[in-house]
């Protein structure tokens, strides 16, 4: 009965014919719990966030929660189609896409969300894959003074689509990405079935999906480790004019947690590149953190170049703490760190608040309609022994006029991702995370987006060229040789996994990692 109902749906999609019956009869036959929409309702399930690429599916699916993802599932393998999980529809080059496929709506799952404490500072949340961070953010600090350990810079994203990537912000180098801090997670298989997995049961597709870019299960609830939220956040910004000195006092402060208490350590390390330049977007404008502070460019060295770097750092306390405490603490933390005097930027304000600090950018990118323009980013991670060679070549020559927004370069540390997962990454303990986030006016207001697509090529060409140890984050490739290239030794367990959860390659067909198998008659 399934099949015969999705055989009359192609048909009439086919036809661009979509009559309400066919998607009722579509929805009864599947027993979905959510909805169905088609033709034009599924407009929004073309496009994501990158806008460089757009591809129609069949349909898009409202699912109700895991039962009804894993109808689908059955149902495209029923078919021959591909079905796709869609979360905030944040992905950059149609990664969430099924071209003619299924495209599975999953915020529009059901509310799931547990709290369980374990003791006065830890426990855990039991939220929906399609939940957005910025809601468990608010639903844990406000009921329960509890928050995740790990996060991401953007908070309008979903659990299960960072979590089938990495998930990585300035605490990675305390806790390790957002996949390093989940211990269960409930999955839909390629196969269209469902399992809870953790490291001690179904182990094998707890890791695989973690980082797994979403190639062998949906992610449809995830246990998320819990901590005592701090009140509020002392956030710093130091700049440096020396990319060496930059680093070292980078990499002094992601590891100088392993050699001491928690106490002298920053709870928050991220970096950036920045222009010697008065544009507001990504030059000395972009620094301060509060309207009535100023860069003072006389501050800067005459041997300044044109590019600036900044250190980004956080320091958590609590409202009982006294701000001569505090300062002291903050104080002591900077001694014999290299930054520009004078050039040295504070502010106070509510953890909720630093979290979503991206929340005002998106507001006034909106506002400016460049929230809508095509964002052709690049993430990379970069080996230490490669960063310095990296910055001469990228950041002052290819890079040498910006990008028209942030420059994200920071250190990670490896021992803090487990091995297990579905991730590569480069070989050494240290390791840089590059992240070049476009925010440019359309063409011909702007650049157009296929010459910025041409310079990240550029870009990865050089590392590849000169024998970087290096890695894509959010990987985007065009065949499956440039995909071994990218797993290299971890291509032949990525393999096994895909024929163990999704041998038909079900799932994710927008990555274009592996083709849609058709089983033959």
Not at 71 to 88: F, H
Not at 106 to 114: I, K, N, Q, T, W
Not at 205 to 214: A, E, I, M, Y
Request: glycine share 8%; net charge negative.
């Amino acid at each position: 009965m399934i099949a015969a109902y999705l055989e009359c749906f192609v048909q009439e999609n086919d036809t661009e014919s979509q009559p309400y019956d066919v998607v009722s009869g579509l929805c009864g036959a599947l027993d979905l719990q959510g909805t169905i929409d088609c033709g034009d309702g599924a407009e929004q399930a073309s496009k994501d966030f990158g806008g460089m690429n757009s591809l129609a599916p069949l349909a898009f699916v409202h699912p109700a929660g895991a039962g009804d993802v894993a109808s689908v599932v059955r149902a495209a393998a029923n078919l021959n189609l591909t079905a796709a999980a869609r979360g905030n529809g944040h992905s950059i080059n149609g990664q969430a896409m099924a071209d003619r496929g299924l495209v599975l709506d999953m915020p529009a799952m059901e509310d799931h969300f547990r709290v369980v404490r374990t003791s006065n500072d830890s426990g855990y949340a039991d939220v929906s894959g399609g939940a957005l961070w910025e809601d468990v953010l608010k639903r844990c600090v406000r009921d329960y003074r509890m928050a995740p350990r790990s996060w991401t810079d953007y908070l309008s994203l979903t659990v299960g689509g960072t979590l089938s990537n990495a998930g990585v912000s300035g605490q990675a180098f305390r806790y390790g990405p957002q996949t390093s801090n989940v211990t269960e997670l409930e999955v839909v298989t390629g196969k269209g079935e469902t399992f809870v997995c953790s490291k001690a049961e179904n182990s094998e597709l707890f890791f695989s999906v973690l980082g797994g870019l979403g190639q062998f299960g949906i992610i449809t609830r995830a246990r998320v480790l819990l901590q005592q939220a701090p009140d509020m956040v002392r956030w710093i910004r130091l700049v440096y004019t020396e990319f060496d000195a930059f680093t070292r006092d980078a990499e002094s402060l992601v590891t100088r947690r392993h050699e001491s208490s928690d106490d002298d350590s920053f709870d928050y390390v991220e970096g950036f590149a920045f222009m010697n330049s008065d544009n507001p977007a990504d030059g000395l404008p972009s620094v301060p953190l509060h309207p009535d502070q100023i860069f003072d460019p006389t501050r800067l060295p005459e041997e300044a170049g044109s590019v600036l770097y900044c250190l980004e750092l956080a320091r958590h306390y609590r409202n009982s703490d006294h701000p001569s405490i505090v300062d002291m603490g903050v104080t002591r933390l900077l001694e014999g760190l290299g930054f520009v005097e004078g050039l040295e930027f504070q502010v106070d304000l509510g953890y909720e608040e630093f979290l979503l600090r991206v929340k005002q950018a998106e507001e006034h990118a909106k506002a400016s309609g460049i929230w809508d323009s095509p964002h052709p980013w690049l993430n990379l991670f970069v080996s230490k022994s490669d960063i310095a060679d990296f910055d001469r070549a990228v950041f002052k020559k290819i890079l040498k006029d910006g990008i028209g927004g942030p420059m994200l370069v920071y250190p990670l540390l490896r021992s803090k991702w487990d091995a297990s997962t579905s991730v590569v990454l480069p070989d050494s303990e240290i390791f840089y995370i590059v992240a070049l986030l476009r925010f440019t006016p359309a063409y011909p207001k702007g650049p157009s987006f296929e010459s910025l697509v041409a310079q990240n090529q550029e870009i990865v060409q050089y590392c590849t060229k000169k024998g970087f140890d290096f890695k894509l984050y959010l990987p985007h490739y065009r065949s499956q040789e440039e995909w071994k290239r990218h797993f290299g030794n971890q291509w032949s367990r990525f393999v096994e996994r895909k024929t163990c959860f999704d041998p038909m390659a079900i799932l994710a067909p927008g990555q274009k990692i592996f083709p849609r198998i058709i089983p033959k008659p």
